[in-house]
């Protein structure tokens, strides 16, 4: 198999990189883990491409701003300036853990190669990905604050970004890496009796029943995400949703091996 065969494009979700409701708490353990296994699929011959949520990082002070609401006025752009220097700030400890794991990350913030219109993304400079790709490099982006052609500035959610680049480079499988297992038939943080979907259809994933995102989200949370999810199955993708917090299941899902987490299967194609 070639590399293009086993890219994956895998979201590394806030609520399980950070400690959610404490502003600026790495959860430095998990990050570490997770770049245990990602140097396991590296070494499989996996070619990665990253991208990170905003966790108690970005969402916090995007919110305390109300930075998703665009230009304002003077104040509204120190907003969009400590957003994306708290963005810098995770993006910079995640880039230098895993580099120092072995794993050739190269930064490529969301905010310099990409510009937005009334929050969705018009335009990708995806050449610096490609060429970070073709160089062996393990490109990393973020959810971030971008500059809007409408509003002067939005945020674009790492889930977008995942969305975007699935589209672009139609990879092997998207993963998403949160703090459950996956996808579950209710809100599992809500409803102990909750049931682990481990293998359904887009159809089955209209039919769940989502809750909100715990502590502060500026992004829509789950519900946001399932959009994205369904448009990316719908492109033919298989989608993967596991827990980052368990210490195997990101390895198991980049092989597709038996595990604990949901995969969402496009429909057999109809020649
Ligand atoms: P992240 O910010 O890490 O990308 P989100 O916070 O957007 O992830 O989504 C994960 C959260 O969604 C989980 O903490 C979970 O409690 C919540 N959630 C609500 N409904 C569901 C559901 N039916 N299945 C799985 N998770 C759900
Ligand atoms: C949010 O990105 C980025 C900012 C708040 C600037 P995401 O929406 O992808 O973050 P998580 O994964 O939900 O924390």
Request: with cysteine.
């Amino acid at each position: 198999m070639s590399r293009r065969d086993m890219l994956a494009v895998i979201k590394l979700g806030g609520s399980a990189i950070t400690i959610k409701d404490e502003i600026f708490t790495p959860n430095t353990r998990v990050i570490e883990n997770i770049a245990e296994q990602l140097l396991e699929t590296w070494r499989d011959g996996w070619t990665l491409i990253l991208v990170h949520g905003g966790g108690s990082y970005g969402h916090p002070i995007a919110k305390k701003y109300r930075v998703m609401e665009g230009y304002k006025s003077p104040r509204s752009m120190l907003g969009y300036l400590e957003t994306r220097m708290a963005m810098l700030k995770l993006n910079e400890l995640l880039a230098r853990t895993f580099v120092s794991k072995g794993l050739p990350v190269v930064p490529l913030h969301t905010a310099c190669i990409s510009v937005a219109e009334s929050g969705l993304i018009l335009n990708f400079y995806y050449t610096s990905i490609e060429t970070a790709l073709r160089n062996n490099f393990i490109p990393l982006l973020e959810g971030d604050v971008v500059l809007d052609a409408e509003r002067g500035f939005s945020i674009v959610s790492g889930d977008q970004v995942v969305y975007w680049l699935a589209r672009k480079f139609k990879p092997k499988k998207v993963i998403f890496g949160i703090d459950v297992k996956g996808i579950y038939n209710r809100d599992p943080k809500k409803h102990k009796d909750a049931v682990l979907l481990k293998r359904i259809s887009i159809e089955e994933l209209r039919r769940v029943s989502l809750g909100k995102a715990y502590g502060i989200d500026v992004t829509g949370g789950i519900q946001s995400k399932m959009e994205y999810i369904i448009k990316i199955v719908e492109g033919g993708i298989p989608v993967y949703v596991g827990s980052l917090l368990d210490p195997r299941v990101l390895v198991q899902m980049v092989r597709g091996e038996e595990g604990q987490y949901t995969i969402i299967w496009p429909a057999p194609r109809r020649e």
